[in-house]
């Protein structure tokens, strides 16, 4: 595999999608929300009263999680306030599996962008007659996607423990986030879930000929992300630094197993046929 090509392949894919408003306005608009929009108003509810942060850990869902969480857990938020431990709970530990999104969606935008947006360009048959292999065509654009997803995941990261620590100093009197259970979850996790929404993705944009209908596809993949939610809200699992890296050597396994296939059947006429 010839590196420069691949760089080639990525280094085009990257200016076309800096150049999609469709792709880049979910990708500014996703990490406000959650890492800047929901921390800040949902801790200036809990410091505006005592009875809010109540309301808050009052609902079911919150109970059900507090009550069957494991002890390594519970222990953090011993001996807490009301309002330190309301805040320990909803934003540093029932919303991590929220986090993964942004990975999922980060790499589907930029990877739908692939091979779709080559074919809304009419530009398709000018990439297949260049002289990068298949492999490099493919991983090029895996590369593209993959590498900017991680990056600003892990900058989000950043960024919601800058918010998050600075907005309940007042409450906390010091610096209480990251949890242990992040550091898999965001370093381990989420790459895996990003390159797997690569693989995936590119498999599909190479038959949807358009990037809305291959995002909108592969835009299913969330719905990992939203059964791991359900199923640590219902406690049914726990998000702990062991069931990270467990998760993840999942997600590795199944994303091997995903590229494997996906560079078997990737089919350089096909798709000159089919631009």
């Given at each position: 595999?010839?590196l420069?090509n691949?760089?080639?392949?990525?280094?085009?894919?990257m200016?076309e999608v800096?150049?999609?408003?469709?792709?880049?306005l979910?990708?500014l608009?996703?990490?406000?929300?959650?890492?800047?929009v929901?921390?800040?108003?949902?801790?200036?509810a809990m410091?505006?009263?005592?009875?809010?942060a109540?309301?808050?850990?009052?609902?079911?869902?919150?109970?059900?999680?507090?009550?069957?969480m494991?002890?390594?857990?519970?222990?953090?938020?011993?001996?807490?306030?009301m309002?330190?431990?309301?805040?320990?709970?909803i934003?540093?530990?029932m919303?991590?599996?929220?986090?993964?999104?942004?990975p999922l969606m980060?790499?589907s935008i930029?990877a739908a962008?692939?091979?779709?947006?080559?074919f809304?360009?009419k530009?398709?048959?000018a990439?297949l007659?260049t002289?990068?292999?298949?492999?490099?065509?493919?991983?090029?654009?895996v590369?593209?996607?993959?590498?900017?997803s991680?990056?600003?995941?892990?900058l989000s990261?950043l960024v919601?423990?800058?918010?998050?620590n600075g907005?309940?100093?007042?409450i906390?009197?010091?610096m209480?986030?990251?949890?242990?259970?992040?550091w898999p979850?965001?370093?381990?996790?989420s790459?895996?879930?990003?390159?797997?929404?690569?693989?995936v993705t590119?498999?599909?944009?190479?038959?949807?000929?358009n990037?809305?209908?291959?995002y909108?596809?592969?835009?299913?993949?969330v719905?990992?992300?939203?059964?791991?939610l359900?199923g640590?809200?219902?406690?049914?699992?726990?998000?702990?630094?062991?069931?990270?890296l467990?998760?993840?050597?999942v997600?590795?396994?199944?994303t091997?197993?995903?590229l494997?296939?996906?560079v078997?059947?990737?089919?350089?006429q096909?798709?000159?046929?089919d631009?």
């Open positions: 595999m010839n420069r691949l760089l080639l392949i990525a280094r085009k894919d200016i800096s150049r999609n408003k469709t792709a880049v979910p990708m608009i996703l990490p406000l929300i959650f890492v800047i929901l921390p800040v108003g949902m801790i200036l410091q505006s009263s005592v009875e809010t109540q309301a808050m850990t009052a609902d079911p869902d919150i109970q059900l999680f507090f009550e069957k494991p002890a390594t857990l519970s222990s953090i938020v011993a001996g807490m306030t309002q330190q431990s309301s805040i320990v709970l934003l540093g530990m919303l991590a599996p929220m986090f993964l999104i942004l980060f790499s930029i962008e692939s091979f779709a947006g080559e809304e360009r530009t398709m048959e990439l007659y002289p990068a292999s298949d492999e490099e065509l493919f991983f090029g654009k590369l593209v996607a993959f590498v900017p991680v990056l600003i995941t892990w990261f919601y423990i800058v918010v998050l907005m309940s100093y007042p906390f009197q010091r209480w986030f990251p949890l242990a259970s992040w979850l965001i370093f381990w996790v790459p895996a879930l990003s390159m797997m929404s690569i693989a590119v498999l599909i944009s190479a038959k949807v000929k990037f809305m209908g291959t909108q596809l592969s835009g299913s993949l719905l990992v992300v939203m059964a791991l359900i640590q809200a219902s406690g049914v699992v726990y998000l702990d630094v062991a069931v990270g467990i998760l993840g050597v997600c590795w396994s199944v091997a197993v995903i494997w296939f996906a078997k059947l990737f089919n350089r096909k798709l000159l046929l631009s």
